[in-house]
Structures are given as C-alpha cells and as structure tokens.
C-alpha cells in the first residue's frame, strides 16, 4: 500500500490499516527511526503501579475503556492472522 507525506509533513494512514490496527483520531502514536525503517505504533498506556494486598498493579493514568471479551477474541484473531501471514 502507498501514501504519500504532504508539504507539512503528514503521512494518512490508509482507512484499512487504521481499522485492522484499532487506530481512532487522537490515537497517540511512538514514530522512529530503527535499520533502515520508519516504525509506527500505537504510544504505550501510561501507568502507575500501585500496591493492592501483596501485588503491585499497574493502573492506567487515566480512565480507558474496559477490555471486553469482544476486544480480546479481535486481538487473538488479528495475531493468528500475522502469524500465519508470515509463515
């Protein structure tokens, strides 16, 4: 797939690869610069870790939405997908 980066210095993320990756606007993204290759993905939640009885817990600095069953069989797929794609 090709996009093209405009005179601001933009790059649109085709429509199909923002749905298979779960990119929505305001999606904050890591960008850099690794061999050769210009790698992007979705920035890391940022946590805290908090002590609960005997365990540390990392909890989000900001409320997200709940990780539903849904969202767990989508993520399961998409990796059985890339699995098998690069086999």
């Known amino acids: 797939m090709k996009t093209t980066i405009d005179m601001a ?3 649109v993320i085709p429509k ?8 929505e606007p305001g999606t ?3 960008i850099r610069w ?6 992007i993905e979705p920035a890391p ?16 600095d900001h409320p997200v939405e709940p990780l539903t069953s849904g969202h767990v069989e ?3 797929r998409q990796i059985n997908r890339n699995r098998a794609s690069s086999s």
């Open 9 to 11: 210095g933009r790059l």
């Open 28 to 30: 904050e993204l890591e």
């Open 74 to 76: 989508q993520t399961r």
């Open 16 to 23: 199909e690869l923002r749905r298979e990756a779960g990119l």
């Open 45 to 60: 939640l940022p946590v805290k870790l908090k002590k609960r009885g005997r365990f540390l817990v990392a909890v989000p």
């Open 34 to 39: 690794r061999h050769g290759l210009i790698e």
